[in-house]
């Protein structure tokens, strides 16, 4: 089992920052794949942001530009760190691993973002 704790939320104006962490009860990081979810009100989760087990990133295209996601093996947590941030990016942010080609098998219990114009 893997507990992700994730911190950072919070409430923010437009073209602010924030930066969210997901730290992992174990080692992980060089097995999983971790990756940042969104769910804005009334909307489906989305990805946001992965990197890989060899530090492949990937994001969304709404994000791609703007969040920057990273990772520390020595205290086993994951960043996304937001920048020039949007109302639209309101959202619950979710922490996920998984395995690669499989669906997720972790998550964290969510933290709120909430981006205000």
């Known amino acids: 089992q893997v507990q992700l704790v994730e911190s950072g939320g919070g409430l923010a104006q437009a073209g602010g920052s924030l930066r969210l962490s997901c730290a992992a009860s174990?080692?992980?990081?060089?097995?999983?794949?971790m990756g940042w979810y969104r769910r804005p009100p009334g909307k489906q989760r989305e990805l946001v942001a992965s990197i890989t087990s060899t530090g492949i990133t990937n994001y969304a295209g709404s994000v791609k530009g703007r969040f920057t996601i990273s990772r520390d093996f020595a205290k086993n947590t994951v960043y996304l760190q937001m920048s020039s941030l949007k109302p639209e990016d309101t959202a619950v942010y979710y922490c996920a691993a998984r395995m690669p080609l499989l669906e997720v098998a972790y998550w964290g219990q969510g933290t709120q973002v909430t981006i205000s114009s």
């Open positions: 174990r080692s992980i990081f060089s097995t999983y794949v």
